[in-house]
């Protein structure tokens, strides 16, 4: 009898890359979040892309490759149309014989084999490579510039006499049928989305100026800008954007809010679209919220080990008001829906008041406020209380009524998350205070105060060790003991990172316990300096020593830290 292969994942196990309880608990999220097996592995973290695909191709006696050691020529590029490519997520490598071997991550994806036999009527060969590392090649041997199509699309319009002026007064005025039957627009715009997600950007920014556009990418928290279609394209640009938005595209003096349905390969992505009129013309920013990045375990956050016990606990504790702070785009809610997916369960009932809700939280009521019509924070505290809730999520308390209301959930016994923009943990008892919440209310009923940024992730893929100048040593405070277990390290730049060196982000934080002696400082309306000085003293690690901490262990760099996080006199 033939010996039965092993599954991939057994050989991971084998290779002590997982173990089995991490593969019941990625198979549990698979089936809870209708995706692959593989992909839960990768998404909590236990795996990366290229363990599990070398196991996958171990499986099935297949080869692995690493494209980004290899150059394919242009003649077997033009093999496979960049639609077929880019739908299926497939890469013709070589050719020979009649054969052609496609490198694509999924060798039992059997209809793609398939079609790919079809359309191009060859035997087709594989070789494997994770999906995102094929999606990145793509791009690299397809890739077109924005100005490109924007040139080729313009002539287009030229030859079809569409006349789009220069000037955004003089855009389509109502007539939804001029932009759409504009196809060279229509793909635009779609490109302009498309290479912005697999850019993995978190926002598009189209910014019209004298005498051109410009569009930047918001990637890992840095504006990174493109290459930009003509001047003459706004108004079109304007046109298409406000209809997939919903949006009067008659209205250029008012601000305007909307959201776009998308779906870029796979994925179904939602857009929360922003315009306001500038001297230039009306000035777009497109929010890219990808349901992914909110699937995150605690684990997955970034916390240190103490850290992430201790969080642990509060968040199961039955009541009181954790508080999350940081400015906007600092992870905030990333960090409280993480929290949220693990108190998920059937016995708990969870309610959210956000503005706007901007994920969708399977088995939680979310509600989405709404000024215009008097709903706001502090009537939907109020009628969440008479749902019975064991969970209260508040968007962000922001005056005097919302923050009473919700120090009124905690004493009555529901756990309240909320956010506040104030730089540190400490800060946050003062703004509270500040906003008009009797001090005694605050002692009493906030537990802990968590203060949060977002540093770059050193690219693993062109990682390499350096050793920082003594004076970049010293001006961070790196201690001689932190330096005997020092291992820095920053990225040369490669096509994974895009040249920049960094690939992802990964939280820094600072969580303050509500302990006795903080309370009664707080009680006193003591200094924030004072019950700063405290919490450090009971243990509490400052954003600026937990940002250090991983720039020592080779996470993220001297540099980023510098970037967001300032070292304090008590640091």
């Known amino acids: 009898m033939a010996k039965k292969k092993a599954e991939y994942t057994e050989i991971l196990i084998r290779q002590g890359l997982v173990s089995p309880e991490q593969i019941s608990e990625a198979k549990k999220m698979a089936k809870e979040s209708s995706i692959k097996l593989p992909d839960a592995l990768v998404r909590l973290g236990y795996a990366t892309g290229e363990d599990v695909t070398r ?18 020529p ?10 077929v490519a880019r739908e299926n997520a497939v890469l013709p490598l070589s050719e020979g014989d009649g054969r ?12 793609t084999v398939d079609k790919l036999r079809f359309i191009l009527n060859r035997q087709i060969d594989l070789v494997l490579a994770p999906r995102e590392a094929i999606l990145e090649a793509i791009n690299h041997y397809y890739g077109q510039t924005i100005a490109e199509s924007a040139d080729s699309m313009l002539q287009e319009f030229t030859d079809t006499a569409i006349d789009f002026t220069e000037t955004v007064d003089d855009a389509p005025r109502g007539d939804e049928t001029l932009d759409e039957s504009s196809a060279p627009i229509v793909r635009l715009v779609q490109m302009v989305i498309s290479e912005a997600v697999q850019a993995r950007a978190s926002d598009i920014h189209i910014e019209p100026f004298e005498n051109r556009i410009r569009v930047r990418y918001r990637i890992d928290g840095m504006l990174i800008e493109r290459d930009s279609p ?26 305007q809010d909307g959201r776009i349905k998308v779906t870029v390969g796979e ?7 922003s315009i306001i009129p500038t001297s230039h013309g009306q000035s777009i920013v497109m929010r890219i919220l990808d349901k992914d990045n909110i699937r995150v375990g605690l684990k997955q956050l970034g916390f240190g080990e103490d850290d992430f016990l201790k969080f642990r606990q509060l968040i199961q504790r039955p009541n009181g008001i954790i508080l999350v702070t940081g400015p906007t ?27 706007p809700v901007e994920y969708y939280l399977p088995g939680v009521n979310q509600v989405e406020i709404r000024h215009e019509i008097g709903l706001d924070f502090a009537r939907v505290i ?44 400490p800060s946050a008892i003062t703004r509270l205070i500040d906003m008009g919440v009797p001090a005694y209310l605050v002692a009493s009923s906030v537990v802990a105060i968590m203060a949060q940024r977002l540093v770059r992730v050193v690219c693993q893929k062109c990682k390499q060790p350096y050793n920082p100048s003594e004076a970049t040593l010293q001006t961070a405070g790196v201690t001689p003991e932190m330096l005997a277990r020092a291992s820095f390290s920053r ?55 937990d940002g250090l901490e991983k720039a020592v262990n080779g996470i993220t760099t001297l540099e980023e830290v510098f970037r967001v996080a300032k070292r304090a006199e008590s640091d």
């Not at 052609?100 to 209809?111: A, E, G, N, W």
């Not at 969970?391 to 005056?399: A, F, K, N, S, T």
């Open 329 to 355: 785009g600092s992870g905030k809610t990333t960090s409280l829906y993480a929290a949220l997916n693990a108190l998920n369960t059937p016995d708990r009932k969870i309610i959210t008041a956000e503005d």
């Open 74 to 83: 242009p003649s077997v590029i033009e093999l496979v149309p960049e639609s």
């Open 230 to 255: 003509p001047r003459r394209l706004l108004g079109a640009i304007l046109s298409r954007i406000k209809i997939l938005a919903r949006l009067d595209i008659a209205e250029r003096r008012r601000t």
């Open 382 to 425: 109020r009628a969440m209380l008479r749902q019975a809730p064991n969970v209260i999520l508040v968007g962000e308390m922001r005056d005097l009524e919302t923050a009473q209301m919700g120090i009124q959930a905690s004493l009555t016994g529901h756990l309240v998350f909320s956010t506040l923009h104030t730089n540190d943990a």
């Open 491 to 545: 990225g040369k730049g490669c096509g994974n990172c895009q040249g920049s060196g960094y690939r992802g982000r990964l939280g820094i934080y600072e969580l303050m316990l509500m302990s006795s002696k903080v309370r009664e400082l707080t009680f006193n309306e003591a200094p924030t300096e004072h019950v700063r000085r405290a919490a450090q003293s009971e243990g509490m690690r400052t954003l600026y020593w």
């Open 55 to 72: 196991a996958i191709a171990e499986q099935n006696g297949l080869n692995y490759i690493n494209v980004n050691e290899i150059n394919i």
């Open 100 to 111: 052609l071997t496609v490198i694509l991550s999924d060798p039992s994806d059997i209809d």
């Open 267 to 273: 994925k179904e992505l939602d857009l929360r679209v």
